[in-house]
């Protein structure tokens, strides 16, 4: 009996699956998404992939709750969350960070992390503790000690990172989170971003345009054209995919 509770608080949090099934968006007479369906598994980073205007970003905003699908659903393992509002869903682990992210500008890199761990319920010390591994996972040890707001901007898109993964999140939905950064800053962010996912058991759905970061940094692609589905599977798999290929390379020769 006893044996028995020990192993029940000790246990890793329960896997769990995000889905949007059948998920559709029209933008008044626009379709912008047509009958996508995109899973995320806890420890798991999914790239979706796909050109400007194929509706990465309105996936994002369906699935955090950002807007509500038109037509489909949004799922938690088989609880339905489609009209649950995103600050709800925050509450329950699913959280998404904004291209233009706001930060203290006063209080240190380190400061901001730790107020967010603070906000959702850890204790000083525990959320000293995942502020240091933070810092430490997302290279930022070096400006721990900085005010925020000198920050310049890929800095800023990091420490918003690091603030939302403060608040240990079930699944965390990153779009573009490497913009304007070059492909070696892009791989070691995701990379970083990839080992916090696996270690915390925290799944992730990550925007990217460039094939190569997503190539070589994530478990699953998903690649998305004109609002729908083109393919899904490993990144082995679809970097010879002929309709990616055509997508990516061929209309730029
Ligand atoms: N709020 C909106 N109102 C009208 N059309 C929109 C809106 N948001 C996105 N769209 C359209 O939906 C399509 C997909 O956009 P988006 O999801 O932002 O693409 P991506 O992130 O892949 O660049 C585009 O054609 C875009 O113009
Ligand atoms: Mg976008």
Same mark, same amino acid.
């Given at each position: 009996?006893?044996?028995?509770?020990?192993?029940?608080?000790?246990?890793?949090?329960?896997?769990?699956?995000?889905?949007?099934?059948?998920?559709?968006?029209?933008?008044?007479?626009?379709?912008? &998404? %047509?009958? $996508?369906?995109?899973?995320?598994?806890?420890?798991?980073?999914? +790239? #979706? *992939?796909?050109?400007? /205007?194929?509706?990465?970003?309105?996936?994002?905003?369906?699935?955090?709750?950002?807007?509500?699908?038109?037509?489909?659903?949004?799922?938690?393992?088989?609880?339905?969350?489609?009209?649950?509002?995103?600050?709800?869903?925050?509450?329950?682990?699913?959280?998404?960070?904004?291209?233009?992210?706001?930060?203290?500008?006063?209080?240190?890199?380190?400061?901001?992390?730790?107020?967010?761990?603070?906000?959702?319920?850890?204790?000083?010390?525990?959320?000293?503790?995942?502020?240091?591994?933070?810092?430490?996972?997302?290279? &930022? %040890?070096? $400006?721990?000690?900085?005010?925020?707001?000198?920050?310049?901007? +890929? #800095? *800023?898109?990091?420490? /918003?990172?690091?603030?939302?993964?403060?608040?240990?999140?079930?699944?965390?939905?990153?779009?573009?989170?490497?913009?304007?950064?070059?492909?070696?800053?892009?791989?070691?962010?995701?990379?970083?971003?990839?080992?916090?996912?696996?270690?915390?058991?925290?799944?992730?759905?990550?925007?990217?345009?460039?094939?190569?970061?997503?190539?070589?940094?994530?478990?699953?692609?998903?690649?998305?054209?004109?609002?729908?589905?083109?393919?899904?599977?490993?990144?082995?798999?679809?970097?010879?995919?002929?309709?990616?290929?055509?997508?990516?390379?061929?209309?730029?020769?």
């Amino acid at each position: 009996m006893w044996s028995k509770t020990m192993t029940t608080t000790t246990e890793a949090p329960q896997a769990e699956t995000l889905r949007l099934v059948d998920g559709g968006m029209n933008f008044d007479g626009v379709q912008a &998404l %047509e009958d $996508v369906s995109i899973s995320v598994n806890s420890g798991e980073v999914v +790239g #979706l *992939i796909g050109p400007n /205007g194929s509706g990465k970003t309105t996936t994002l905003n369906l699935v955090s709750g950002m807007l509500q699908p038109t037509t489909g659903r949004v799922m938690l393992g088989d609880k339905e969350l489609t009209r649950m509002s995103m600050r709800k869903r925050a509450r329950i682990g699913i959280v998404r960070t904004f291209q233009s992210v706001r930060v203290f500008g006063r209080l240190t890199v380190a400061e901001n992390i730790e107020v967010a761990a603070l906000g959702c319920g850890l204790r000083r010390h525990e959320a000293r503790e995942l502020t240091e591994e933070l810092l430490a996972d997302l290279n &930022l %040890e070096s $400006v721990a000690n900085t005010a925020a707001e000198s920050s310049p901007a +890929g #800095l *800023i898109r990091t420490i /918003g990172i690091a603030r939302a993964l403060a608040t240990r999140p079930k699944f965390l939905l990153l779009d573009e989170p490497a913009a304007g950064q070059n492909e070696s800053e892009a791989v070691e962010l995701i990379e970083a971003i990839r080992n916090i996912s696996r270690r915390r058991a925290c799944g992730v759905l990550l925007v990217e345009h460039d094939m190569s970061v997503v190539m070589s940094t994530c478990d699953r692609l998903h690649v998305l054209d004109s609002g729908r589905t083109v393919t899904a599977g490993l990144p082995q798999d679809i970097r010879h995919d002929p309709q990616v290929v055509e997508i990516y390379f061929g209309k730029r020769h």
